[in-house]
């Protein structure tokens, strides 16, 4: 199946959210450890997670720009380039270390390593906030599943298995979309709806994150190709080259490479969800975050060999 506007548009937005979560909110934490042995689920591969998932891997969140006049952080973030075997830098494409999955917190090796919470560790930067897409109702997120809090630095640790989902985390869901007449010779208005479910460890959290994207109203995510996707199949950069968000975005300053935001709306949950939340996850704090796009585009029209625009 080739890839359509709407995949390309969630694949963007998640980039384009995580980038500005992570550089506006410092929303990371440097840390350190060993890599534990999980399941094995890419064959060929033996793999070893961190007790942390996920690793920031996106070198513009820090430093200084025209993009963020007002956020000229200084804050160094570790984004691992390879790991530590018997306490010898391996970067990713030697000695047997095929990949780092950032997303996981996992890295992939060709051989079996013996003892690898003495043998295995490495540096590198936690998310605050986990991102994901989802196709998940919100009703099942909230009230059906259990989710596992991210440990502290200094407790007792182990791998996270690549099904274990850990918060706080935020959701993006795909909620809906429309066409509208907006010109003549077929040029319609693209409405999307993309609502972001927030799951925090504290009040103060998840007001800072709402905080952060009420703010983005009236701005514009930059619409990616597919070939623009930073990762490969194991979740680790495409032919080594480190992912920078500002770079990947430079120079795609077209009208027709932008959606637009055109509203954003907060909603927090009456006291009765707050309290069936409880129930499952009783340390959560949630909210939702509704965002309606827009794109002008043809969307009948297509060039053979090219995405849908």
Known sequence: MLPQFDNRLMSSFLLWFDHNLTRRGEAFTNTSGAFYAVDNLINGYYTYGAPFKQFVSDYSVTGTG?????????????????????????????????????????????????NPDTSISGDYAVKDFNVYLTNEPEEKLLFETKFNLTPKTNETQTGLASNQITYPAIFLRHNGSRNEPFAFGGYDSTTFNIRAIVLADSQFNLDAVCSIFRDVSRTHVTLLQTSDMPYNSLGSFKSGNNYSYTGLIKGKSDEDQ???????????????????????????????IDFEISKPRYPRKATQGEDIQ
């Open 66 to 114: 025209n993009l963020y006049p007002n956020k000229a952080s200084t804050k160094h973030v570790n984004i691992p380039t390879g790991i530590y075997l018997s306490g010898v830098f391996t970067p990713i494409g030697t000695n047997g270390l095929s990949g780092i999955n950032y997303d996981q917190g996992q890295i992939y090796m060709t051989y079996e390593v013996e």
């Open 258 to 288: 932008y959606v637009f935001i055109d509203e954003v709306n907060i909603a927090k949950f009456s006291r009765d969800v707050n309290l069936k939340v409880e129930n499952m996850n009783p340390d959560v704090f949630n909210g939702v």
